[in-house]
């Protein structure tokens, strides 16, 4: 539940404009880590692994 808080925070602070110090692969990246915690969570019981694929399917879409 810990883990899912600070996804959900860190998914607020990449999607408000005031965040300036994240570039916008930098959003995508928590936004998708953040969907891929919860739906973790929802579906398995584990964050930390939904979060893994989230991560990794999002740097594997942005490499050329």
């Known amino acids: 539940m810990k883990n899912i808080v600070i996804v959900l925070v860190l998914g607020v602070l990449a999607g408000c404009n005031s965040t300036s110090y994240l570039t916008p692969e ?14 973790g969570e ?21 490499q050329n």
């Open 26 to 39: 930098g959003e995508r990246l928590i936004g998708n880590t953040a969907a891929g915690c919860i739906v």
């Open 42 to 62: 929802a579906l398995f019981g584990n964050c930390g692994a939904g979060a893994a694929v989230g991560a990794g399917a999002t740097i594997i879409d942005d």
